[in-house]
């Protein structure tokens, strides 16, 4: 199986599955004499291990950390970095009925499909547990970023019920259990999402994703456009369906005066805008606004109402999936979608500045 690595210059590799015996990644193209450590890795970890609340699955992974490589004296070395976190709650006897049916939503058939053969046990290679190799890759590309930047995401959306843009806070993502930054709404959802896993049912979500301080000039006009990294970047997470950037799809109801983000000129030669429906990209590179995407997660095929599909042996079943599952696989979303943008911004740094080494900051123009 091959495609199992993302990034040019900054790049990362996972291997694993849900039910072996441990998941990794290798990290390339990390610079040298980074302040690199487990303690900078883990706290992100934290935020996408399962078990945490009602509303995630309760299979229970501590999902801690190693450095195997790439690290020496609390320094990266330059050379690849290996990080491994080993699965301790596996229950495989979960998918015992399901070795031989396909669950509708799920992978299990295009993997039969395409390689005639499929490990069932949670799912193997297609199971979302390997993302959290790239939440830790994603912390290593946070410090290639550097302090100056800032990556933040939060539910934004849970089934059909969506936030109050006016009551956004911040500060609200660490009080409750769905990364939701209005109070109200994640209220709302807790009453909903209980009911939902009560009827052993899912919901599905969106998630928005922002990053700030990050640099004019990264990306490239026709094939290294950022915007389309950033939407192969998160389409590329376990159950999206779905990815806008800036206005998205909302901009279609635009006019051109209502799109075009108008700009003065401010202080120091810096440029401002009046408004970011771009995005923070335009033409593919990112003008040193705000960058910000959304992406849409369907719910979790894992349910316990019956639907039909059929067998390895041609014959129509009947499936009904057991196990520990996400009534909404949208809420650990939240840091993998994180990780993902980190991910490619930091390859984008890293190729602008090999093209670009005095090219500046921030959107400042020269003065005459």
Same mark, same amino acid.
């Given at each position: ?16 599955? #849900? ?7 290798? *990290? ?35 999902? %801690?950390?190693?450095?195997? #490589? ?56 297609? #199971?979302? /547990? ?60 807790? %009453?909903?999402?209980?009911? *939902? ?42 159950? *999206? ?29 810096? *440029? ?16 040193? %606004? ?24 041609? %014959? ?34 890293? /190729? ?17």
């Amino acid at each position: 199986m091959s495609h199992n690595s993302f990034g040019h210059l900054f790049r990362i590799t996972t291997w694993g599955e #849900s039910h072996g015996p441990a998941i990794g990644c290798v *990290v390339d193209g990390c610079p040298p004499r980074l302040a690199l450590s487990e303690a900078d890795i883990q706290p992100f970890l934290d935020l996408r291990r399962p078990g945490q609340s009602r509303f995630v699955t309760q299979r229970q992974e501590p999902d %801690q950390v190693r450095i195997l #490589s790439g690290v020496f004296e609390g320094m990266t070395t330059g050379t690849p970095i290996a990080l491994m976190i080993e699965n301790q709650d596996q229950r495989s006897r979960d998918y015992g009925e399901i070795k031989d049916r396909f669950r509708p939503g799920h992978a299990d058939l295009t993997y039969e499909l395409k390689y005639g053969i499929r490990d069932y046990r949670g799912g193997g290679r297609s #199971s979302a /547990r390997e993302t959290a190799m790239r939440v830790a890759g994603g912390a290593v590309a946070r410090k290639v970023l550097g302090p100056g930047v800032s990556i933040r995401a939060a539910l934004v959306q849970l089934g059909d019920d969506r936030i109050d843009r006016a009551s956004w806070d911040w500060s609200a993502l660490g009080e409750n259990d769905f990364f939701c930054p209005d109070r109200a709404a994640a209220a709302r959802w807790e %009453q909903r999402l209980l009911e *939902v896993r009560k009827s052993g049912s899912s919901l599905g979500a969106v998630i928005e994703v922002v990053a700030e301080g990050a640099p004019p000039g990264l990306g490239a006009p026709i094939y290294g456009k950022l915007d389309a990294d950033i939407a192969a970047a998160l389409m590329g997470i376990n159950a *999206v369906k779905g990815v806008e950037i800036g206005d998205g799809f909302a901009a279609a109801s635009l006019t051109g005066e209502g799109n075009a983000d108008a700009m003065r000129m401010g202080p120091g030669g810096r *440029v401002h805008f009046g408004d970011n429906h771009a995005g923070g990209i335009l033409g593919g590179i990112s003008t040193g %606004q705000p960058i910000v995407a959304r992406f849409a997660v369907k719910p979790t095929s894992s349910i316990l109402t019956s639907r039909h599909s059929v067998d390895r042996f041609g %014959q129509d079943v009947e499936v009904l999936t057991k196990g520990r599952h996400d009534p909404c696989v949208g809420i650990r979303a939240v840091p993998v979608g994180e990780a993902m943008l980190a991910l490619v911004l930091a390859d984008h740094l890293l /190729r602008h500045r090999a093209q670009n080494p005095d090219a500046p900051s921030e959107a400042r123009l020269p003065r005459n």
